[in-house]
């Protein structure tokens, strides 16, 4: 069974500073990683993926992958309210096809307190 | 604009009634997908199709059923199977290539009356 585990908070951080969010996998194959933000009563949108082992920065949003210890992290510099939002982890198995499902955790719920 | 329809945005069943849940993209994506997400959980996959006329079952596929007859559309039939059909549910679709992310519908937030 593919687990991918979150803390599901809430994390607070003040206005300005860093959030860092964790996420934790099972399966030792996975190939890519993704995050999505989910505003209440809303779908989840894309925020960044990454495949490769290091650092992947966009803008705010930086997504740091170990594989070795099946570990992956979004930091999210400068942090605003309007980043207050549920934060999702989602994994892709390594095996399958292209087209194959992801594997969601149940997500942190980052408040940014103003 | 290019994106992914759901319809409706709410939706209503009464016991043992089927009902079906609209997916519609206009993006040229070859892959699409349901979940479901409950409160305060993750989402969770209910079926994906690769190409037109080919779908495989998710991991909480029991009392759902799919069709695949156009490459734009995906629509998912909750059943009357289906003891549990109170959720969010999400369509999403991408290029089906391996590390293609998937982007999501506004959702259809199913309730039983």
């Known amino acids: 069974q593919k687990e991918v585990e979150q803390n599901s908070g809430p994390l607070s951080v003040p206005e300005g500073a860093i959030a860092s969010l964790n996420c934790t996998y099972s399966?030792?194959?996975?190939?890519?990683f993704f995050w999505y933000r989910q505003y209440s009563g809303k779908s989840p949108e894309l925020i960044m993926f990454?495949?490769?082992?290091g650092d992947k920065e966009d803008g705010r949003f930086t997504a740091q992958l170990n594989k070795a210890s099946q570990y992956v992290s979004l930091l999210i510099r400068d942090s605003q309210p309007s980043d207050s939002a549920t934060y999702l982890c989602?994994?892709?198995?390594?095996?399958?096809?292209?087209?194959?499902?992801?594997?969601f955790g149940k997500g942190t719920h980052l408040i940014i307190q103003p | 604009d290019g994106g992914i329809t759901q319809s409706p945005k709410y939706l209503f069943r009464k016991e043992g009634q089927n009902v079906t849940l609209s997916c519609e993209q206009n993006?040229?994506?070859?892959?699409m997908y349901w979940y479901r997400q409950d409160p305060g959980q993750g989402l969770r996959l209910i079926y994906y199709?690769?190409?037109?006329?080919?779908?495989q079952k998710g991991d909480i596929a029991e009392g759902y059923s799919v069709s695949r007859e156009k490459k734009e559309s995906f629509p998912l039939t909750v059943t009357s199977a289906q003891k549990n059909p109170t959720a969010f549910y999400l369509c999403?679709?991408?290029?089906?290539?391996?590390?293609?992310?998937?982007?999501f519908g506004d959702g259809t937030r199913l309730s039983i009356l």
């Open positions: 990454i495949y490769s082992n």
């Open positions: 999403a679709s991408n290029l089906g290539q391996a590390n293609q992310p998937q982007h």
């Open positions: 993006l040229n994506h070859d892959a």
């Open positions: 199709s690769q190409i037109v006329n080919d779908f």
């Open positions: 989602a994994v892709k198995a390594g095996s399958g096809g292209g087209a194959d499902g992801l594997t």
């Open positions: 399966d030792r194959g996975s190939q890519s």
